[in-house]
């Protein structure tokens, strides 16, 4: 069964105990059956305390690594790989306490980072990456957690782009704690057919980020969304849509993102309004 889910990020960063105690309820109190929350620094929340609210709410939650900077899984620096690994083993501990069976994001380099590299290069890289998310995949899955990569445009990273890249690396760790997740933001730019693309994933699909091309209320952009649904539909995906967008009033945040006015009337429209669209296109 899919479940209809959105991002804390829609409101806060970074998420903190206290405004988790008001926006975990507000979002169950909107409709949603899910909730999403990124992890931007180690150690700021309490996850099990969260978790509970979580529960007693009755909402399915999954957890997002942020890749800042001095996080990077394939950087040069052994320092920053290190700082990757560790950040990621993180986030796994926060699913595991949080109740969440899975941890979305793009787990290789820091966002922002681009580059170019020829085919010897990217090879390397692969290979370091595959022999870290090895590891990885050991911890989760002993933490009942699966790791899903996720693929973004080449504006934020120029190493793992489109979803076939993202299933390489999973194919290359080749362990079912390391899967596949899609966000259609990213993917409208990059893909030349999101059907073909989410057939392509087929069961290592296990995570969906549902954004609209400009990034703000999904049914009010460009990208093809029934397209995602018959896809969807075939491959008989049953995880969570999360509506992932950001607000202005979180500056950092909204500078990272390129967020530079509001994108609905408020962030509780456009989370409404969204879950509302997406919810129509399973009924």
């Known amino acids: 069964m899919i479940r209809f889910g959105v991002s804390t990020w829609v409101w806060v960063s970074p998420a903190t105990n206290e405004n988790l105690r008001w926006l975990v309820p507000h979002v169950a109190s909107l409709g949603f059956d899910w909730i999403e929350f990124p992890i931007e620094e180690p150690g700021a929340l309490d996850y099990r305390a969260i978790g509970q609210i979580t529960r007693d709410h009755g909402l399915g939650v999954s957890i997002c690594g942020a890749f800042s900077p001095d996080r990077d899984l394939i950087h040069p620096a052994p320092a920053l790989q290190q700082n990757g690994l560790a950040f990621l083993k993180e986030c796994i501990d926060a699913a595991y306490q949080v109740g969440a069976k899975r941890v979305g994001g793009p787990f290789y380099s820091s966002v922002g980072r ?59 760790v080749n362990h079912p704690a390391v899967q596949v997740m899609v966000d259609t933001f990213h993917m409208n730019i990059e893909e030349q057919n999101v059907g073909a693309a989410i057939r392509l994933a087929g069961p290592r699909l296990q995570h969906i980020h549902s954004n609209e091309s400009h990034r703000g209320t999904p049914g009010t952009g460009l990208f093809p969304w029934q397209d995602l649904a018959l896809a969807l539909k075939e491959i008989h995906y049953d995880g969570a849509l999360v509506i992932e967008t950001f607000t202005v009033e979180c500056k950092s945040i909204a500078r990272a993102a390129a967020i530079w006015r509001p994108l609905a009337s408020s962030q509780d429209d456009l989370a409404r309004d969204g879950m509302n669209f997406l919810k129509g296109l399973f009924a």
């Open 114 to 172: 681009t580059w170019q590299q020829t085919p010897g290069e990217r090879e390397h890289d692969m290979e370091v990456l595959a022999r870290h998310l090895t590891d990885m995949a050991r911890y989760a899955d002993d933490h009942g957690v699966t790791i899903c990569l996720e693929a973004l445009n080449r504006f934020e990273s120029s190493f793992i782009n489109l979803t076939s890249q993202a299933v390489e690396l999973a194919e290359r």
